[in-house]
């Protein structure tokens, strides 16, 4: 059966982590450029499931010398996400019947925030997360965990992605790949909308016209 999968970060929403170096700052007496120092070892393995939330927060804050509660450092360490609005219009466009699905490296405070923040997401009817399967793109594993959970037929499905390595992958695995730019989110589109087409008593996207007949 046709599907959609959806990379989260820098395709549904942008991010900043220079924004959360800055306010971790106003507690810490390390600069911004030392905090992301400071922080980088926590995240892959917070990432992969390796590092329970708890633990992260409290090594984070030990590193800092961090002056605040553990729950300004979460809300700092979470409010980094900006909502891709062309991306929005055109998930919001889509057919309703066809499964869409995410597929991302991420970790329990990112994804509760996400799930409960934006609205887009309420597009998807679950999702594959690092944190919780214990691997990471691009490793085939990620991707097999996907096909299995949600009986995906790579050929049938459509997969956005804005790594290259991870659609590398995606391409060995036989998904229909699309590496995404949110600066050229129009190729998306058009992609997106092509695909669609081809598919069995599936209609268009709303508001794009399908090519006119020369007849």
């Not at 959360?20 to 007496?29: I, M, N, Q, V």
């Not at 997360?129 to 499905?157: N, W």
Request: net charge negative; with cysteine; hydrophobic share 40%.
């Amino acid at each position: 059966m046709p599907a959609l999968l959806f990379d989260i970060g820098n395709v549904l929403v942008t991010f900043d982590f220079d924004r959360c170096a800055a306010r971790l700052a106003e507690f810490s007496l390390l600069n911004p450029h030392e905090i992301h120092e400071a922080i980088a070892p926590f995240k892959e393995p917070l990432e992969s499931g390796r590092m329970p939330e708890g633990e992260f927060i409290e090594r984070c804050m030990a590193a800092l010398d961090f002056t605040g509660t553990p729950a300004q450092f979460r809300d700092i360490w979470c409010d980094i996400f900006t909502l891709n609005a062309p991306m929005a219009l055109t998930l919001a466009a889509l057919p309703r019947k066809l499964p869409s699905h995410l597929f991302s490296n991420t970790n329990e405070p990112h994804k509760r925030w996400l799930l409960e923040k934006f609205e887009v997401f309420n597009h998807f009817s679950g999702g594959i997360y690092s944190h919780e399967v214990k691997c990471m793109k691009p490793d085939e594993a990620f991707y097999h965990t996907a096909i299995r959970q949600f009986g995906l037929d790579p050929a049938q499905t459509f997969y956005v992605d804005d790594l290259a390595a991870n659609i590398a992958t995606g391409h060995r695995l036989g998904f229909q790949c699309f590496h995404y730019d949110p600066h050229r989110h129009s190729e998306l589109h058009t992609a997106l909308h092509a695909w669609i087409s081809t598919l069995p008593e599936t209609p268009a996207l709303d508001g794009v016209d399908r090519p006119r007949s020369s007849a």
